[in-house]
Structures are given as structure tokens and as C-alpha cells.
């Protein structure tokens, strides 16, 4: 019912065009066993939205960043990011080798990572509106409708470069 105190907090968020549609995709692949069917409940926007309200009230507030800024402009979100949590920033963070990538995002599951896995940077951001939703089982498109309104309040809140 408590996180412990003195902690900055930073909620990495996507928007659920996208990262509800690659839940289901993972999914349907089979590549997570645990997984064998897509249940809304997965999706967590209410849950996320609960927890950035709860740890709001502490006397850090947390850090919002978006996926899409990240991707779309690293070193000026990363340059932002870290001055907001009393970090250096260093260029040195944009990129990476795959074998550090491999081998520090392998015990999370080879299956939500492989893209990460087989890069050296950030690649720019597919746009949500490149997602096909019309062919989506009806409860995933309910599921993003959903989650909308609760991304759009979490980005709104977002931090900005």
C-alpha cells in the first residue's frame, strides 16, 4: 500500500495504438508462452494511471516520458530527462552495442525485447496512425479505446525537451 520515500520515480509511457497493438501482436505469435490469449486486463493503463497518482502525492514528483519523444528526439529528451533527476548527461547514452543489449535485457524475455536486442540506437518512432486497427479483434480495440483517455492525461503530463 507504500512505496518507500526518497525515490524519483519515472513512468516510461507509449501510446496504446502501439503498445497495445504489440501486446496483442506478442501474443498472437506464441513467442510468450505465459501468454495464450490477450486479456484487457494485461494492458495496465488504469493501473499505471493509479500508481503515477500515488506516488504523485510524495515530495518528488515522478517523471513522465514518452516513448515517442525519446525516439524522436533521444539527446534532447535524455538531456531534459537526466537534468530532472539530478543525472550527468553524456552522448555516450544514445547508443550501444547489441551484446551489452543482449545480455542486460535477456533475463526479462528474449520476446519483449528482440527488436532492442538487435539494435545500436534509437530509430525513429512509427507514427500511431501507421497502425492498422480495423483488423483488431473487437475487445483489443476496445482495450486501446479503452487506455486512451488515460495515456492522453499521462502524456499531458509528460516531461518536454
Known amino acids: 500500500t507504500r ?18 497493438v504489440s501486446l496483442h501482436k506478442l501474443v498472437q505469435s506464441g513467442k510468450a508462452p505465459q501468454w495464450s490469449e490477450f486479456t484487457p486486463l494485461e494492458v495496465g493503463f488504469r493501473d499505471l494511471y493509479e500508481l503515477y497518482n500515488h506516488v504523485s502525492c510524495d515530495a518528488v514528483q515522478p517523471v513522465l516520458v514518452d516513448s515517442a519523444d525519446l525516439l524522436s528526439a533521444p539527446a ?3 538531456s531534459v530527462y537526466c537534468e530532472a533527476v539530478g543525472l ?8 550501444w552495442d547489441t551484446a551489452t543489449a543482449t545480455q542486460t535485457w535477456q533475463m526479462w524475455g528474449i520476446e519483449w525485447y528482440e527488436t532492442l536486442m538487435g539494435s545500436t540506437g534509437f ?15 473487437a475487445h483489443v480495440r476496445a482495450s486501446i479505446d479503452e487506455a486512451l483517455p488515460l495515456y492522453q ?5 509528460r516531461l518536454r525537451s
Do not use: K
Open 76 to 78: 534532447a529528451t535524455l
Open 123 to 137: 530509430a525513429p518512432p512509427r507514427s500511431p496512425r501507421d497502425v492498422d486497427l480495423s483488423e483488431l479483434p
Open 153 to 157: 492525461w499521462l502524456h499531458d503530463r
Open 3 to 20: 512505496l518507500p520515500d526518497g525515490f524519483q520515480h519515472t513512468f516510461l509511457i507509449r501510446d496504446p495504438r502501439q503498445s497495445v
Open 88 to 95: 550527468t548527461y553524456d552522448n555516450s547514452i544514445l547508443t
